[in-house]
């Protein structure tokens, strides 16, 4: 080999290391773009009243986002009461039981299911709970989220279950411990940190979902707790004072991203936390 | 015996009903598809084929047609593939393979983190940051020099088809991204060592025992980011500017299919327009069933010959 071509390619090795770095500079450009905004509008807009008071009409000044906050609690956490045991029971049964083409197939279900659009999902509970129940409601919106919950709990929990090794449920069932018993309190319970660092990052996922709720809880401007009427949710406040044309609302809507987005990177640093002392512990 | 017995029960009753809870994945996508392709019959017993190659979307007079609509999303979406790709595969190869290993793991994570953020906040920024960013500075640009193209013409309005690829593309890079990532770590070590002991660069390294192994997975990655492109809603409906029109011009306002539903179904004038709005849903769904169907076969054939186990 001569030299020549030794330095040519060197030289083409060294572009192609400086185009790469540069891909990832101009991946990463954006990323720090949107985060300095959102925490230089967010924290100008937020102040105690934020978290206790509901938006004010346009032109009016202050105000806050409670009513959306605590919807989006509201609605998150009955999504999750069934969608958290739907997925881990159906993962149950994929490790435990399922082998066969069946599992085969749900787990490929569970895969496409969460590639489906998430609006789709708003439409599917409007027409089988909006419709017959004859108006918007917060039992919709909670229904469309367990919808997007349920498969990723599944997939989550069942990557967990299999990581268990055999021998700890054996140990179990040489014990004369039924195998119904030997999942509960054997199997599912050395898994339950990443079980649970997978409920967080599903929690996470829909607590920031709006195209559900469009046609499901609708958004409230005020406040409700009556889940057969429309409830309001910080995504969608987001989305609705986002596009319309008042300062002060955008202000609001500046401030509830920055609740939604250091909400997110709290529970998927908990997540990440929880699963990282179950590795090294 | 009797405790033997009832212990087969218990065990049996525990099966059974694991099983039906599994079993509700495939009953929600037979339910989803069922009830969406039942909502869009009156659309699609009155259009016919009609619905997909006019343009006449009309509420009031009670036609509707979507190619708009359907043009809007495929443009949209493919053009964010096409430039989130190198970008994204880059990025995968930067981390994994050439960055020293500290660099690479917090870049890895800041991506993953650009995935974690909801697309609503993703369209709050592009509404109030970059599509006047865009109209003040990137489109009259574009206009000056490239005006001539048919692409550049028209008025810098902001809210574009040209804002929907942006915002398209930095939402779908940490997809592809994450994913590239993870069948670039499943390509064998010692490919790479054999490649490097015969004398390889680094890139000679990535180009001949990387990428040829990562080869179908990067596409999985690729189509899974096509999918999530076109059904993306919340971001796409701030910055296109929700106008239905098949305009060569990439500073022209348009319209996607998600959008449209989510501007028109809450307040949907009659059954017709709401079975309309149903059956661009059903195209929608079909058309990402498909992508994640095919997406999924790819990932999983890699990483199951691999690793022996599931993506």
Not at chain 1, 27 to 53: C, D, E, Q
Not at chain 1, 69 to 82: K, Q
Not at chain 1, 99 to 112: H, M, P, Q, Y
Not at chain 2, 155 to 165: D, I, K
Request: glycine content about 10%.
């Amino acid at each position: 080999m001569t030299l020549r071509s030794l330095i040519m390619r060197r030289t083409v090795n060294l572009s192609a290391t400086l185009l790469m770095g540069l891909a990832t500079l101009m991946v990463l450009l954006p990323l720090g773009l949107i985060f300095y905004h959102i925490v230089k509008m967010g924290f100008s807009s937020i102040n105690p009243s934020f978290f206790t008071s509901i938006p004010q009409p346009p032109g009016e000044a202050g105000g806050g986002m409670a009513n959306g906050m605590a919807g989006s609690a509201i609605m998150v956490g009955m999504a999750s009461l069934v969608g958290v045991p739907v997925g881990i029971f159906g993962a149950i049964y994929l490790t435990e039981y399922g082998g066969g083409r069946l599992a085969t197939a749900i787990r490929f279900s569970a895969d496409v299911l969460s590639g489906i659009p998430s609006i789709i999902t708003g439409m599917v509970a409007y027409t089988l709970l909006v419709v017959p129940m004859k108006g918007f409601s917060a039992l919709a919106g909670s229904f469309a989220l367990a919808l997007i919950m349920i498969p990723i709990v599944l997939r989550t929990t069942e990557e967990q279950l299999k990581m268990v090794p055999s021998s700890l449920r054996e140990a179990s069932l040489a014990l004369g411990v039924p195998l119904w018993r030997t999942t509960l309190k054997v199997t599912l319970r050395s898994a339950l940190t990443g079980v649970i660092t997978g409920i967080l990052l599903a929690t996470a996922r829909v607590a920031g979902e709006t195209a559900p709720l469009l046609f499901t809880a609708l958004g409230n401007q005020f406040w409700s707790n009556k889940l057969t009427e429309p409830m309001a949710a910080l995504p969608l406040q987001i989305f609705n004072f986002a596009i319309a044309p008042y300062e002060d609302w955008h202000r609001l809507a500046w401030g509830g991203a920055l609740v939604l987005v250091v909400l997110m990177f709290t529970l998927s640093l908990a997540a990440r936390w929880l699963g990282r002392s179950r590795h090294s512990g | 015996m009797d405790k033997t017995a009832a212990r087969r029960n218990g065990d049996s009753i525990f099966r059974t009903l694991t099983l039906l809870f599994a079993l509700s994945i495939l009953i929600i996508l037979l339910v989803m598809t069922g009830e969406m392709l039942m909502e869009s019959l009156p659309s699609l017993r009155k259009f016919g084929w009609g619905f997909i190659t006019g343009s006449d979307w009309d509420a009031v007079q009670g036609s509707f047609a979507a190619l708009p609509y359907l043009y809007g999303s495929v443009v949209s979406s493919i053009l964010a593939i096409l430039l989130a790709t190198p970008l994204s595969v880059g990025t995968g190869l930067f981390t994994t393979e050439l960055a020293p290993h500290k660099v690479g793991v917090v870049t890895a994570s800041l991506v993953e983190l650009l995935a974690a953020i909801p697309s609503v906040i993703y369209g709050l920024w592009g509404i109030l940051v970059m599509t006047p960013w865009l109209q003040t500075t990137i489109e009259p640009f574009l206009i000056k020099h490239l005006g001539f193209l048919p692409f550049f013409q028209g008025a810098p309005y902001g809210v574009s088809m040209l804002a929907a690829v942006f915002i398209l593309m930095i939402m779908i890079i940490p997809i592809i991204t994450s994913i590239t990532k993870e069948v670039l770590l499943a390509v064998p070590q010692s490919q790479k060592e054999a490649a490097v002991a015969l004398g390889a660069t680094r890139w000679e390294m990535i180009r001949m025992a990387v990428i040829p192994y990562g080869r179908s997975g990067i596409l999985g990655a690729v189509i899974l980011g096509l999918g999530r492109a076109i059904g993306e809603t919340m971001a796409v409906t701030m910055v296109i500017g929700n106008t239905p029109q098949i305009s060569l011009s990439l500073l022209s306002p348009a319209y996607t299919m998600p959008s449209v539903i989510a501007n028109e179904f809450a307040e949907a004038t009659s059954k017709l327009h709401s079975s309309a709005l149903m059956e661009i849903g059903l195209i929608l769904l079909v058309v990402t069933l498909v992508i994640n169907f095919m997406a999924r076969l790819l990932l999983w054939s890699v990483t199951r010959r691999w690793k022996g186990g599931a993506a």
